[in-house]
């Protein structure tokens, strides 16, 4: 009987996030292994009614009261370490905004037991989702095919267990055990790249991270070009969107940046100057090229 506990962060999402519970619950309950599924959700500020649809219809899911200034990753963090208290096999971390498939847990579970079957040792196991608009590839985990240009391609499933380097956390289960060797998601990050973090923490110590051989859910893309955004706002506007979270979020892209590629470090910083006071310019040299490679 594996005890899994499922990590989400909300922010006034109502009908996105209530949609993934209940995908959530129905894919645990469609599951043939053994288990039994736990939530935990950090409410960071919602306004919209979130929090009591959630205590209406999904009365067993744990709330988590965060400050409405934690975004995703401190969120998420918060979430995780409320869930350590317990006694938990698994963590299943998982976006407000993603739709497990029926057999998702499923075949996030069997990775597991064939991860420790293959590899002797535990995993990370990423479920890759597509669109339900276009059928396509959206999140999942990336191979780095140039460490200096940070180009990486994408992987779609392909029927077998892939090793990625690169992992988005829309869909992606952790053993505790791998937890007692890289921890939890490293603090310091606040909307984004603590996933890559993660990843290439656990490549840094010999844990397997796969990505399963089916899509496991659905979850659209609809994140605006954010390297266009930065030529339709005045100096200050792009002063605040370069560092805001919820913008690029450029002290966690530095941070991660130092962490793990620092030779690319000033170039890194460069550019970022560069898009603020030059941002014509940067997206006509750059943004078709990079585009493609940060996340």
Same mark, same amino acid.
């Given at each position: 009987?594996? @005890?899994?506990?499922?990590?989400?962060?909300? &922010? =006034?999402?109502?009908?996105?996030?209530?949609?993934?519970?209940?995908?959530?619950?129905?894919?645990?309950?469609?599951?043939?292994?053994? &288990?039994?599924?736990?939530?935990?959700v950090?409410? *960071?500020?919602?306004?919209? $009614?979130?929090?009591?649809?959630?205590?209406?219809?999904?009365?067993?899911?744990?709330?988590?009261?965060?400050n409405?200034?934690?975004?995703?990753?401190?969120?998420?963090?918060?979430?995780?370490?409320e869930?350590?208290?317990? @006694?938990?096999?698994?963590y299943l971390?998982? =976006?407000?905004?993603?739709?497990?498939?029926?057999?998702?847990? #499923?075949?996030?579970?069997? $990775?597991?037991?064939?991860?420790?079957?293959?590899?002797?040792?535990?995993?990370?196991?990423?479920?890759?989702?597509?669109?339900?608009?276009? #059928?396509?590839?959206?999140?999942? %985990?990336?191979?780095?095919? #140039?460490?200096?240009?940070?180009?990486?391609?994408?992987?779609?499933? #392909?029927?077998?267990?892939?090793?990625?380097?690169?992992?988005?956390?829309?869909?992606?289960?952790?053993?505790?055990?791998?937890? @007692?060797?890289?921890?939890i998601?490293? !603090? %310091?990050?606040?909307? $984004? /790249?603590? *996933?890559?973090?993660? !990843?290439?923490?656990?490549?840094?110590h010999n844990?397997?991270?796969?990505?399963?051989? +089916?899509y496991?859910?659905i979850?659209? =893309?609809? &994140?605006?070009?954010?390297?266009?955004?930065?030529?339709t706002?005045?100096? +200050?506007?792009?002063?605040?969107?370069?560092?805001?979270?919820?913008?690029?979020?450029?002290?966690?892209?530095?941070?991660?940046?130092?962490?793990?590629?620092?030779y690319?470090?000033?170039? /890194?910083?460069?550019?970022?100057?560069?898009?603020?006071?030059?941002?014509?310019?940067?997206?006509?040299?750059?943004? %078709?090229?990079?585009?493609?490679?940060? @996340?």
């Amino acid at each position: 009987m594996y @005890k899994v506990a499922a990590l989400l962060t909300i &922010h =006034n999402r109502k009908e996105k996030t209530l949609s993934c519970l209940e995908a959530l619950y129905h894919s645990a309950a469609t599951t043939d292994l053994p &288990h039994e599924l736990s939530v935990f959700v950090t409410d *960071d500020g919602c306004t919209d $009614g979130s929090v009591e649809a959630i205590r209406a219809r999904f009365p067993d899911v744990k709330i988590i009261q965060g400050n409405g200034e934690l975004f995703w990753a401190e969120g998420m963090r918060m979430a995780w370490k409320e869930a350590m208290k317990c @006694k938990f096999d698994l963590y299943l971390l998982l =976006n407000d905004d993603t739709l497990l498939d029926s057999q998702a847990l #499923n075949l996030l579970l069997q $990775g597991h037991k064939d991860c420790l079957k293959i590899e002797k040792r535990p995993g990370i196991y990423v479920g890759a989702t597509k669109s339900a608009i276009h #059928n396509k590839l959206t999140y999942s %985990g990336s191979k780095i095919l #140039n460490r200096f240009l940070y180009t990486q391609r994408r992987l779609a499933p #392909n029927g077998s267990y892939q090793s990625c380097e690169l992992a988005n956390a829309n869909i992606m289960m952790v053993p505790h055990d791998v937890t @007692k060797t890289i921890g939890i998601l490293r !603090s %310091g990050y606040a909307h $984004g /790249v603590a *996933d890559y973090d993660y !990843s290439l923490t656990a490549i840094e110590h010999n844990v397997p991270v796969l990505v399963m051989p +089916e899509y496991c859910g659905i979850c659209e =893309n609809d &994140h605006k070009d954010k390297y266009a955004i930065f030529v339709t706002k005045d100096l +200050e506007g792009r002063k605040e969107y370069l560092y805001s979270p919820l913008g690029f979020d450029f002290r966690s892209r530095l941070k991660f940046v130092k962490r793990f590629f620092p030779y690319r470090y000033p170039f /890194v910083l460069i550019i970022g100057k560069m898009k603020v006071l030059f941002p014509e310019l940067y997206l006509k040299l750059f943004s %078709g090229r990079f585009n493609k490679a940060i @996340k």
